[in-house]
T-cell receptor, first 117, second 112 residues
Framework: GAVVSQHPSWVICKSGTSVKIECRSL??????MFWYRQFPKQSLMLMAT?????????EQGVEKDKFLINHASLTLSTLTVTSAHPEDSSFYIC?????????????FGPGTRLTVT | DAKTTQPTSMDCAEGRAANLPCNHS???????VYWYRQIHSQGPQYIIH?????ETNEMASLIITEDRKSSTLILPHATLRDTAVYYC?????????????WGLGTSLAVNP
């Protein structure tokens, strides 16, 4: 149990375009989803937290108009990188957490490698 | 949330136990100790967590000192597939505050 998927696993896009990344909890209901970014040889940096049906809470320094997060259902959250630039190239990881028990912990997706050219 | 200190890197021989230390001297009474690992270019994987008692599951054992200021993650029989970055994180388990603050972790290399 507790499987989280991400799609796509990697994407290359041109500067100025937008990219959408999906995060799905496959076998449990995720009341909370988290989005992280990780640059090479660095640790994970939390970008935002989203609760199903609510607006996402962004961490300081993360532009909410650039990184649009939607958590419309208990199994799906999306991150859209708008007007992407080369400095947005990174490894984007989502995690999902349910209400309690083993699903109260965060379970992570496999990540999405974004390259902006 | 309290901060943690881990060695930057460690080596371990395949088949031997890997003991990964973590210091969390400012941990609060309601903070749990969590361990995750991240294999290169993959998402992190939950390993184990505990409050004050030692814990064991199919992946690892977690030993927490009586004063809770440090802990050790034990992989009893390390394999090459255990090569990864191991993160020790402390956080409270209350309500919607489940944020995980990630340090740089310990890069464990399991050698044949």
């Amino acid at each position: 149990g507790a499987v989280v998927s991400q799609h796509p696993s990697w994407v290359i896009c041109k500067s100025g375009t937008s990219v959408k990344i999906e995060c799905r909890s496959l076998d449990f209901q995720a009341t909370t989803m988290f989005w992280y970014r990780q640059f090479p040889k660095q640790s994970l940096m939390l970008m935002a937290t989203s609760n199903e049906g609510s607006k996402a809470t962004y961490e300081q320094g993360v532009e909410k108009d650039k990184f649009l997060i939607n958590h419309a259902s208990l199994t799906l959250s999306t991150l859209t990188v708008t007007s992407a630039h080369p400095e947005d190239s990174s490894f984007y990881i989502c995690s999902a957490a349910g209400l309690g028990g083993i699903y109260g912990e965060q379970y992570f997706g496999p990540g999405t490698r974004l390259t902006v050219t | 949330d309290a901060k943690t200190t881990q060695p930057t890197s460690m080596d371990c021989a395949e088949g031997r136990a890997a003991n990964l230390p973590c210091n969390h001297s400012t941990i609060s009474g309601n903070e749990y100790v969590y361990w995750y690992r991240q294999i290169h270019s993959q998402g992190p994987q939950y390993i184990i967590h505990g409050l004050k008692n030692n814990e064991t599951n199919e992946m690892a054992s977690l030993i927490i000192t009586e004063d809770r200021k440090s802990s050790t993650l034990i992989l009893p029989h390390a394999t090459l597939r255990d090569t990864a970055v191991y993160y020790c994180i402390v956080r409270i388990n209350a309500g919607n505050n489940r944020k995980l603050i990630w340090g740089l972790g310990t890069s464990l290399a399991v050698n044949p």
